[in-house]
C-alpha cells in the first residue's frame, strides 16, 4: 500500500523483443516455465501490466488448468486448449494465481516476420477474445503448432535461411488456421494499401491531434461515407466509433498507468478544454476519468 492507505500503481512496462541467443532471428517458442524464468532474468514482474514491442500467441495446453490473463482493461480466461493473439503495443498481464501452474506455449515474433502479419499501423488487430477451437480445427492448430515447434528445435538440420523461411511459412499456417477457426462470419479483411487499413493507420499516428473523421477522409483522399463503410467491413463499427474507442482507450491506459491528471490527459489526447475530456469520457465510458481511476486502481481520487 502507498501513502494514506492508497494501492501502489502499477506501472507498464516496455518489454523489447530479446529471445535466446540461440533462437532463429526473428521468432521464439517457449513454454510457459521458461517464461517465468525468463521474467526473473529480465526483472519483469509478469503479473503488472506490460507493453511487448512484439506478437504473442498464447496457448493452454489440455490439461492444464484455466489461465485468467488481462488485456487492455479486459479480462480473459483461457481454458485448456484456447488459444490468445496479443499485437504489439497492447498492454497485458498474467494472473498471479494461475500463471505458476498453468501449462502452455507462447510464440513470440517481431513485426513483419511473416508476410501474413503487417508492421504496427498498418492492420488493426482482429477479434481479442480467446479462441477455444472446435472440431476439426482444434486438431489442426495442434498439428501446425507441433510441426512449427519441431522446425523451431531443429536448428542446424537444414542452412540457417532455409531455417527462418521455414519458420516464417509454418507461423504463417498457424496464424491463417487460427483466423478461419473462428466461428460466425469472419469480418472482411483489411491489408495496409485498403481503405480501413490507411484508416487505422492514420488514427494510430494522428488520433492526439483530431477527433475528426472529416479530417482523416480530406488527408486519405476519401469520402466519409467510403471510411465508414470499408470500417464497418473490417470492424463492425463505424469509422466515428472505431476513432472515439481507439481515444478511450489510450486515455484509459493513461488514467491507470500514469499520475497525470486529466487536464494533462486531455492536453495530450487533443481535447482544447478538460470539460470536453470529461464530456467524451462519460458519454463513452458511463464514468467520469476520477471514477474510473479510482475503480481501476482501487484508490481514492487525487485530482
Avoid at 476519401?222 to 474507442?245: E, I, P
Wanted: neutral net charge; contains cysteine.
Amino acid at each position: 500500500m502507498g501513502k494514506n492507505g492508497q494501492a501502489e500503481r502499477a506501472e507498464i512496462t516496455d518489454v523489447s523483443y530479446r529471445p535466446l541467443l540461440s533462437a532463429p532471428l526473428g521468432m521464439d517458442v517457449l513454454d510457459f516455465a521458461e517464461l517465468r524464468d525468463r521474467g526473473r532474468r529480465r526483472g519483469i514482474d509478469l503479473t503488472a501490466p506490460q507493453r511487448p514491442a512484439f506478437h504473442h500467441l498464447i496457448h493452454v495446453h489440455g490439461g492444464s488448468g484455466p489461465l485468467r490473463h488481462t488485456v487492455d482493461f479486459s479480462d480473459h480466461t483461457l481454458h485448456p486448449g484456447s488459444w490468445l493473439r496479443i499485437r504489439p503495443g497492447q498492454v497485458h498481464q498474467y494472473s498471479p494465481d494461475e500463471l505458476a501452474p498453468a501449462r502452455g506455449t507462447i510464440v513470440i515474433w517481431q513485426p513483419g516476420f511473416t508476410a501474413t502479419d503487417p508492421e504496427p499501423g498498418a492492420a488493426p488487430p482482429g477479434d481479442p477474445s480467446p479462441l477455444l477451437p472446435c472440431p476439426p480445427h482444434d486438431g489442426a492448430l495442434e498439428l501446425a503448432l507441433r510441426h512449427l515447434t519441431h522446425e523451431y528445435a531443429d536448428l542446424g538440420a537444414i542452412p540457417l535461411d532455409a531455417h527462418i523461411e521455414a519458420l516464417r511459412h509454418l507461423l504463417g499456417v498457424l496464424l491463417l488456421r487460427l483466423t478461419h477457426a473462428r466461428t460466425g462470419r469472419p469480418l472482411e479483411s483489411a491489408s495496409a494499401e485498403g481503405a480501413f487499413g490507411r484508416y487505422h493507420a492514420a488514427v494510430e499516428r494522428d488520433f492526439g491531434h483530431t477527433h475528426r473523421v472529416a479530417d482523416y477522409a480530406s488527408a486519405l483522399g476519401y469520402s466519409v461515407r467510403t471510411l465508414t463503410r470499408a470500417t464497418l467491413a473490417a470492424t463492425g463499427s463505424t469509422a466515428k466509433q472505431y476513432l472515439d474507442a481507439r481515444i478511450l482507450l489510450e486515455a484509459k491506459r493513461l488514467l491507470v498507468h500514469t499520475d497525470a491528471t486529466s487536464a494533462d490527459i486531455a492536453g495530450r489526447l487533443g481535447f482544447r478544454d478538460p470539460g470536453d475530456f470529461a464530456k467524451f469520457f462519460r458519454k463513452r465510458d458511463g464514468r467520469a476519468p476520477q471514477a474510473f481511476r479510482t475503480a481501476a486502481r482501487g484508490t481514492r481520487p487525487t485530482d
